[in-house]
């Protein structure tokens, strides 16, 4: 099956762990309403690698992250939950990210659920797609 949804951040609160004045290393904890095939909000924990920065303008960076995606909610009416992994890059003011749904995290009527993913964030819109199965 395939779905598609939006999505936006509720909450982005990013701490530096490490940097200089070249790069950074940060930890971010996020939530997300999701609105579409997908209806819920996630909450994940982002790593991130700034290769470039800009501290009076975020939208000029340059950064690889990697996350743990916990959605909760409805996957094209059937609830549950489960957990994404986020693998994705940050330039020019848009992320790129593939998804893989980790096998085994799937709860109530989402029990079971396999699959992959992309989405695509700018300032001006997101989009998730999922092509998933459910054993």
Not at 51 to 79: C, M, Q, W
Request: net charge negative.
């Amino acid at each position: 099956m395939k779905t598609t949804a939006t999505y936006s951040p509720t909450k982005w609160d990013e701490k530096p762990y490490e940097q200089s004045s070249t790069m950074k290393l940060t930890k971010a904890s996020v939530e997300f309403a999701f609105h579409g095939q997908m209806e819920g909000h996630g909450l994940v924990e982002y790593l991130m690698f700034y290769s470039s920065y800009d501290d009076h303008d975020p939208h000029k960076a340059a950064a690889r992250y990697v996350g743990l995606i916990r959605f909760k909610g409805e996957l094209n009416g059937k609830t549950g939950s489960f957990v994404l992994e986020d693998r994705g890059m940050f330039e020019g003011g848009v992320a790129n990210s593939s998804l893989t749904i980790i096998p085994g995290s799937g709860t109530d009527e989402l029990r079971g659920i396999t699959g992959a993913g992309t989405y695509t964030a700018s300032q001006k819109s997101s989009r998730c797609d999922l092509t998933y199965e459910l054993k």
